[in-house]
């Protein structure tokens, strides 16, 4: 479903006249509309699931820097997939508060050679925040020899959401974006938690019963997120994860 049909769609239900167009609409109870159908996709549908076609990936070459810009639709990693290709082996990470400062403190080799990294939103350098947040790697990766000399660059990769899941239509070559531009944009999540989000958002908006139709929406978010991308299958043997098996980081078969 389009803008508009997901706008129509929340108005019948909400008992409101049907509009005819939505975006660029000077009537008040559209523009409702409207607001109702962004916070629904934004605040709800977009975050509530980790959805498997927002998943991107992004690699990139160290430099010696202790810092690494993320790319500028970046808006949250997904979990488990920060990896150093060069040593084949995952960073220690992204690791919280807590955890970083006791790296910081000199106890690195609880990781063994792995580095350890975090995503964070302030350069101690300059002293200010900066957006979209950073990846900090510790050591830096000009630290000799974690596991590579100085001069040799680490490919780093790992897989992100993006903030872009619209299609915007009325823009040459059908851009992925992250708004609603025109009536003919549609999302590529899932439509119909989209407008279950935004017809409770609307209703409450309203002044309206939204209890039931909220109720509608959180039974939607379970089922389309249970069955989004699949899943891992589990084994009920011990160590049954290739991360589970106890692998040294150096000296195999020494």
């Known amino acids: 479903s389009n803008l508009l049909q997901i706008g129509q769609a929340i108005a019948i239900k909400a008992g409101l006249p049907v509009p005819s167009t939505i975006?660029?609409?000077?009537?008040r109870t559209v523009q409702t509309i409207l607001q109702a159908i962004k916070d629904g996709s934004q605040k709800d549908a977009y975050r509530d699931v980790d959805w498997a076609v927002l998943h991107l990936e992004y690699t990139f070459k160290t430099t010696g820097a202790e810092y690494y810009d993320m790319p500028p639709d970046f808006?949250?990693?997904?979990?488990?997939?920060i990896w150093d290709r060069t040593n084949g082996q995952t960073l220690v990470g992204p690791v919280g508060p807590e955890k970083w400062q006791m790296y910081q403190s000199g106890l690195s080799g609880l990781t063994g050679t792995r580095r350890v990294c975090r995503v964070t939103g302030q350069d101690r350098v300059i002293m200010r925040p900066f957006k979209p947040p950073r990846l900090q790697i510790y050591p830096d990766t000009a630290s000799a020899t974690y596991p590579n000399d100085a001069e040799e660059p680490i490919e780093i990769a790992y897989e992100y959401?993006?903030?872009?899941?619209i299609m915007n239509m009325g823009v040459f070559g059908w851009p992925l974006g992250a708004e609603w531009k025109s009536d003919d944009d549609y999302a590529v999540i899932d439509d119909d938690m989209i407008e279950a989000a935004a017809l409770w958002r609307l209703l409450r908006m309203l002044g309206m019963s939204y209890a039931d139709e909220r109720e509608e929406y959180n039974a939607l978010v379970l089922e389309r997120g249970s069955h989004d991308g699949g899943a891992e299958t589990l084994?009920?043997?011990q160590g049954g994860s290739m991360f589970d098996l106890n692998i040294p980081d150096t000296g195999f078969g020494s």
């Open 235 to 237: 084994s009920l043997l």
């Open 161 to 165: 959401i993006t903030t872009n899941y």
């Open 23 to 27: 975006i660029g609409s000077s009537e």
């Open 75 to 81: 808006d949250r990693l997904v979990n488990n997939t």
